[in-house]
């Protein structure tokens, strides 16, 4: 059964430095999503890329996130500069253009900021 | 404010023992309800998508209903392996979809 994919499944950084996570969303789907989850509380929508755009985009998603589908298969969440408070679960997230309204999740990226 | 709220925050069950849990939202304009589950270090597992009052959605032990202003997980008879975190999500047509904190289960042999 096709699965989206995110790699690596955990990262260490220090703060300050960039960061990218990378996903690999199923291949027939056309709408692509992040969200992140701090330990213990909600998951929370950051941003969603449709037609090589972003269609929208959350408070959180401020001007050190940016997103890029540098080719068919990927997709990317980048954080230019992290901070202490970036430290949480990141969740990618595709739909396809038919059937139900519903994403499928990728297994996460554990992102650590000391 | 669109807003997702889900009850109880936890819920400790027997296993046998069937229960419903709870998600009520204030959203405009309502484009689709969504039920996950969320193991412990894991994404979200999709299971139900409802889109108008009145559906039902079944799968083994779980059953989800809506209404206009909330929606229900039923489960019935439930096992230690239905454990973790039952996420409830609504879609309101732009391309944002938002969850509620979530109901953690702890079903007991």
Known sequence: ????????????????????????PISNHLYFYWYRQILGQKVEFLVSFYNNEISEKSEI???????ERPDGSNFTLKIRSTKLEDSAMYFCASRGLRGGNEQFFGPGTRLTVL | EDQVTQSPEALRLQEGESSSLNCSYTVSGLRGLF?????????????????????????????????????????????PEDSAT?????????????FGAGTRLFVKA
Do not use: N
């Open chain 2, 35 to 79: 039920w996950y589950r969320q193991d412990p270090g894991k994404g979200p597992e999709f299971l139900f998508t409802l889109y108008s009052a009145g559906e039902e959605k079944e799968k083994e032990r779980l059953k989800a209903t809506l209404t206009k202003k909330e929606s229900f997980l039923h489960i019935t008879a439930p096992k």
């Open chain 1, 61 to 67: 998603f401020d001007d050190q996130f940016s997103v």
């Open chain 1, 1 to 24: 059964e096709p699965e989206v994919t995110q790699t690596p499944s955990h990262q260490v950084t220090q703060m300050g430095q960039e960061v990218i996570l990378r996903c690999v």
């Open chain 2, 86 to 98: 039952y996420l409830c999500a609504v879609y309101t047509g732009g391309f944002k979809t938002i």
